[in-house]
């Protein structure tokens, strides 16, 4: 993938939208991973309704499955437009991570604050070809994750931020 594909720039400024940053997306493979996990989820709820419905018919198991049917409409609706709000973009001395379509955060880690870089993928981001960078900071409320990375752009995200943190944490 080409940083011409992954770049999304903003030309609104804000405190969502640094001026002059390009921003880096996220696989699409991240809505794949999201809606399976959504899916399995609520299939694991629908089961024993349906159990329910066989054995002791009522109108309230239908009223379940219905709600359960509209909260994986909505989930297919949203979660495409959750995952092209993620972005992330490196500046020179920190790196920002911009997540949300109603409720947005902009995560902004310097570098010299970075302790360590974590790379993790499960089983299934594992088949989707996609992995989860975290980064951990002396702060225990630092929610820096970028989920949905290609493996190659993780490994280099991860390379480049931990040789970045060691260098401004050798200045200090």
Do not use: N
Not at 25 to 39: E, G, H, K, W, Y
Not at 59 to 80: C, D, N
Request: aromatic residues 6%; proline residues 6%.
């Amino acid at each position: 993938m080409t940083d011409s594909d992954r770049a999304l720039t903003r030309d609104a400024a804000g405190p969502f939208d640094p001026p002059g940053i390009v921003w880096s997306r996220v696989s699409p493979r991240l809505i794949t991973a999201r809606l399976l996990s959504t899916v399995i989820t609520l299939a694991v709820l629908a089961v024993p309704v349906v159990v329910l419905a066989i054995l002791f018919p009522h109108w309230w198991q239908w009223l379940v499955l219905g709600v359960l049917a509209l909260i994986a409409l909505w989930a297919l609706l949203l979660v495409p437009r959750q995952v092209r709000a993620i972005g992330y973009a490196e500046r020179d001395d920190d790196l920002l991570i911009r997540k949300g379509i109603m409720f947005r955060s902009l995560v902004v880690v310097p570098y010299g604050r970075m302790q360590y870089v974590d790379v993790q993928a499960g089983p299934l981001a594992r088949k989707l070809r996609i992995a989860q960078i975290q980064l951990h900071t002396a702060s225990a409320s630092t929610d820096a994750t970028i989920d949905g990375l290609e493996p190659a752009e993780a490994d280099r995200l991860r390379d480049r931020l931990a040789s970045r943190g060691e260098a401004r944490l050798a200045g200090l």
